[in-house]
């Protein structure tokens, strides 16, 4: 069955194609284990064109441009990371005949599992050293939001199996984000993408994989939103893997951690 990736806010597809100290990326592992693999951009990311309002470009926006994506493809699986797993729910919610399986490396969940945060720049500032919060940040709406390397090193590339000396590398690979987009992954004023009924994602195989070194996503997070869906979740240390951060599938264990993948879609017949 193909596989669709899709990366994360402030990323494009790349992440997918290749590490950044150049070892082949997830894409082409799962096309050399037999997969048609897709690796599109988010609107207005990497190859994918920009319309005026980027700045308000919503979850939702994105989570219905996949859907056309996979209206064309055909029943695949979703392979999806960070802030592009709350399109996920959404998209399997809404066409369970096309999303057969998922694959979340450390996802956003749902809304409904997120307390509503104020639409307060202030408020969200005091909130920023709180990992119960999400550690949220607030996006102004009027203008792109770019990633910086001091923001990238404390939170997505913090970990030992990150590859440290290709640091600079990595943040070549940036893509500037919607503010909104951002403010819905932290759920501030309430603005996040829920689902209707999780019983509904409890028909597919559903996997969540999560590492130790990762701050937004510490072991309980995670598990409670595998538990809200009906997912398998794998807290890599579990298996005897400990050192993975945010940016799983560029770490220096991406290989290893492709294979565990690849061998669940096999068990679950996907």
Not at 41 to 58: E, M
Not at 95 to 100: A, E, M, Y
Not at 115 to 143: N, T
């Amino acid at each position: 069955m193909p596989v669709v990736m899709v990366h994360g806010a402030g990323h494009t597809g790349t992440c997918y194609l290749a590490t950044p100290d150049r070892r082949p990326g997830w894409a082409p592992r799962f096309a050399a284990a037999g997969r048609d693999v897709f690796v599109p951009d988010w609107p207005g990311h990497g190859r994918s064109p920009s319309g005026p309002d980027f700045s308000r470009l919503g979850t939702r926006d994105v989570a219905t441009s996949l859907l056309a994506l996979i209206e064309e493809i055909g029943p695949a699986v979703l392979l999806v990371h960070s802030a592009s797993g709350p399109m996920a729910w959404w998209m399997a919610e809404r066409r369970p005949d096309l999303v057969r399986a998922v694959v979340g490396i450390a996802p956003g969940p749902p809304a409904n599992l997120l307390r509503d945060l104020p639409d307060d720049p202030a408020a969200i500032r005091a909130l920023r050293d709180d990992a119960s919060a999400g550690h949220p940040v607030y996006s102004s709406e009027d203008a792109p939001v770019w990633l910086t390397a001091d923001f990238a090193a404390a939170y997505w590339a913090n970990g030992p199996r990150f590859p440290h000396h290709a640091f600079e590398n990595y943040c070549r690979s940036f893509a500037p984000e919607s503010a909104r987009i951002l403010n819905e992954r932290f759920n501030i004023g309430g603005r996040g993408l829920r689902i209707a009924d999780p019983e509904r994602l409890r028909e597919r195989p559903i996997m969540i994989v999560t590492g130790d070194r990762d701050p937004r996503h510490p072991r309980e997070v995670d598990a409670a939103t595998a538990s809200y869906l009906g997912a398998e979740f794998v807290w890599l240390p579990d298996r005897g893997i400990e050192g993975n951060g945010h940016m799983m599938m560029i770490e220096d264990n991406s290989d290893d951690l492709a294979a565990m993948i690849l061998a669940w879609l096999d068990t679950v017949g996907c």
